[in-house]
Each structure stands twice: as C-alpha cells, then as structure tokens.
C-alpha cells in the first residue's frame, strides 16, 4: 500500500501541472487569434515596400510579392495605405502604365508587385510617411476579405538600377 502511494502522488503533480500549463495557454493563444483580424487565410505578402518619392509630392511606388499558399484563387480587389490619400494597382508595359482594376491570384500561385511592372502607386502621402519607418498597406479582396502588412518605407537613391522603370512611371502619372 505504502510503494503504491509513493508512485500514484508524484504521477497526480504531473498532472497538475500539465493542467496549470494547459490554462496558461489558452489566453495567450485566443488573445494571438484576435490580435491580427485582417488575415486573409492562405494568402501571404512578402518583401512589402514603399519607395518614397524623388520629388515631393509625386506618388510613390509599393512593391511586394503577393502568394496564395491555400486552394482557392484570391482575386485582390483593391489597396489602401495608410497615409496615403488613394492608392491604385498600375502595370507598366512598354514605357506606358495603365490601371488594372484587379489581379487574380491562382490557388498556389505569386503575383509580384515590382517596378517596371506590375505595381502599387500611392497619391497624396502624408509627411508621417518617412524613410526607415513603417506603412499599413490593406489588400481588399474581391470576396471582402482584407489582409493587412507594414511596407518598410525607402528613399529612392539617385541613379538606382531600376530608374529606368520609375521614370516611366513618373511619366504616365504626370496626367
Ligand atoms: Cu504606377
């Protein structure tokens, strides 16, 4: 009798304190669940930023790549940044952007939002928008969904690589 209670107290402290652990979690867990409301299920933005403007006042570009891990195609429907009075989706093709009202995101597949390309511009920026800082950029989904990412916020160097893509740019935007 006395070798069996030996070994049955210390297995019921397990327990307990498998149960103490246990409770612990759950609000830790349920509180991560409603921290971040604006998460569209399967879909994914990386590398998300913003490219500040050369010149006071013109739009900036955003780039980020947009991927659907789920099984159903996304349809993204409209971007907003915060900080921005209007942000459009633009494709650039041979020297000329134009707006594209919405992208569809196959099941599995990546759209890339890059300059000379496929891209973002934002109108209208506040000055709380500075280099080194952090923007909130709001995908809407055709089905309502919204999914919600900080773009990092970058100064345009003079002379960078892809120049040639934002001149374009600047170009269609001047009307
Ligand atoms: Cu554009």
Redesign the pocket.
Known sequence: MLPARLTFAPALLGLAVLALSACQQQPAGSAEATAAPEAKPGLTVTEGRLMLPVVKGN?A?IYFTLTNTGDKAGTLAAVSIDGAAKA?M?E?KGGK?SAVPQIEVAAGGTVRFEPGAL???AFELDDKLAAGGTAEMTLTFADGDKLSVPLKIEARAAGEGMAGGMAG?DQ??GH
Do not use: F, I, K, R
């Open positions: 739009p570009g459009e633009h650039t952007m891209h973002v511009m740019m269609g935007s």
